[in-house]
């Protein structure tokens, strides 16, 4: 899925950030991050719950975590103080509030499903004779 926020676009397939066409290196966490916010921005993320979900429940300190938060901030262009992509709910979480724009691309699945038109696949034939 490619998320589209600002002139930002965020592909959970490829794993890749990008700003105005252009890949923005983040580290996996980072992106994981990220991706885990945008993901659930209809609600605030506990940190617990990130942790759990980017971490996979392993025990890590509140520095480590902070950081990846602060690169997620700092690689679409916020900040702590700014608050204006990712914002801060004191012992709470955190929540996605930039603008996802309807270009959202959706998967390939779901396109499939949404189709008026009908359609054939092709598949290759395999000789299953000795």
Same mark, same amino acid.
């Given at each position: 899925?490619?998320y589209?926020?600002?002139?930002?676009?965020?592909?959970?397939?490829?794993?890749?950030?990008?700003?105005?066409?252009?890949?923005?290196p983040?580290?996996?966490?980072?992106?994981?991050?990220?991706?885990?916010?945008?993901?659930?921005?209809?609600?605030? $993320?506990? #940190?617990?719950?990130?942790?759990?979900?980017?971490?996979?429940?392993?025990? /890590? !300190? =509140? +520095? &480590?975590?902070?950081?990846?938060?602060?690169?997620?901030?700092?690689?679409?262009?916020?900040?702590?103080?700014?608050?204006? $992509?990712? #914002?801060?709910?004191?012992?709470?979480?955190?929540?996605?509030?930039?603008? /996802? !724009? =309807? +270009? &959202?691309?959706?998967?390939?699945?779901?396109?499939?499903?949404?189709s008026?038109?009908?359609?054939?696949?092709?598949?290759?034939?395999?000789?299953?004779?000795n």
């Amino acid at each position: 899925m490619i998320y589209r926020f600002d002139a930002f676009s965020l592909d959970t397939e490829s794993l890749e950030l990008c700003q105005d066409g252009v890949a923005i290196p983040v580290e996996p966490q980072v992106f994981s991050v990220l991706a885990y916010l945008i993901e659930n921005r209809d609600r605030v $993320v506990g #940190k617990d719950e990130l942790i759990d979900a980017v971490w996979d429940g392993r025990a /890590i !300190s =509140d +520095g &480590a975590s902070n950081s990846r938060i602060n690169g997620a901030r700092r690689a679409v262009g916020d900040d702590g103080a700014a608050q204006s $992509v990712i #914002k801060t709910f004191t012992r709470r979480g955190f929540r996605f509030v930039g603008s /996802i !724009s =309807d +270009g &959202a691309t959706p998967e390939p699945d779901q396109m499939a499903a949404h189709s008026d038109k009908p359609s054939i696949a092709v598949l290759p034939f395999g000789n299953l004779s000795n």
